[in-house]
């Protein structure tokens, strides 16, 4: 069955500091791979996605995120996190051999960034 | 990017009452589009997937009857909560999937509060 992890329900990070979340991923074939990210009461919002090409995909504000197909993981990436960044992340994954636009999503990630 | 709104962003009412939730695309054409509902500090779980002009395909243990699911148009879709109960509150977001280059696009959300 297609599932998308985030193994860790928070992430804790000092500001100015590099963070990381994590996704990985089980679908079979080449998956499409996004991540978004959700303010309190607010729709998500697109950071990036990568669907092929160069395993390094860079999207919006500084957020990048690599692609690694030998370890199903798809994690995101800031060299220097902000207080602003605080937010609910979400990994999702779409199967384009599904025949369906689905995506299915992870369970999301709490990220803190202290000052 | 892409715009698509909901309306309303919150709504209360009682144990009993229909509500209705419009989904807007603003700025582009939309084949299909997708409804979600989200649990406080929970992922999106799928509800329904609708193109347009046919019914929608629901997910399984989602009460087609209850939640109504039209879309109307390429830029218009409605989510009605028919007979609601405090179970039913929970926040509801729809997305459309741009038949341009197939991405999803969520809005920004409806909070529903059943009393």
């Known amino acids: 069955a297609q599932s998308v992890a985030q193994p860790e329900d928070q992430v804790n990070v000092a500001e100015g500091n590099p963070l990381t979340v994590k996704c990985t991923y089980s679908v079979s074939g080449n998956p499409y791979l996004f991540w978004y990210v959700q303010y309190p009461n607010r729709g998500l919002q697109f950071l990036l996605k990568y669907i092929t090409g160069d395993n390094l995909v860079k999207g919006s504000y500084g957020f990048e995120a690599e692609f690694n197909k030998s370890q199903t993981s798809f994690h995101l990436k800031k060299p220097s996190a902000l207080v602003s960044d605080s937010a609910l992340y979400f990994c999702a994954v779409r199967d384009p051999n599904s025949g369906t636009y689905k995506y299915i999503f992870g369970t999301g990630t709490r990220l803190k960034v202290l000052a | 990017g892409a715009v698509v709104s909901q309306h309303p962003s919150w709504v209360i009412c009682k144990s009993g009452t229909s509500v209705k939730i419009e989904c807007r695309s603003l700025d582009f054409q939309a084949t299909t589009m997708f409804w979600y509902r989200q649990f406080p500090k929970q992922s999106l779980m799928l509800m329904a997937t609708s193109n347009e002009g046919s019914k929608a395909t629901y997910e399984q243990g989602v009460e087609k009857d209850k939640f109504l699911i039209n879309h109307a148009s390429l830029t218009l879709s409605t989510l009605t909560v028919t007979s609601a109960h405090p179970e039913d509150s929970s926040f509801y977001i729809c997305?459309?999937?741009?038949?341009?280059?197939?991405?999803?696009?969520f809005g920004p959300g409806t909070r529903l509060t059943v009393l």
């Open positions: 997305s459309f999937r741009d038949r341009q280059n197939n991405e999803q696009f």
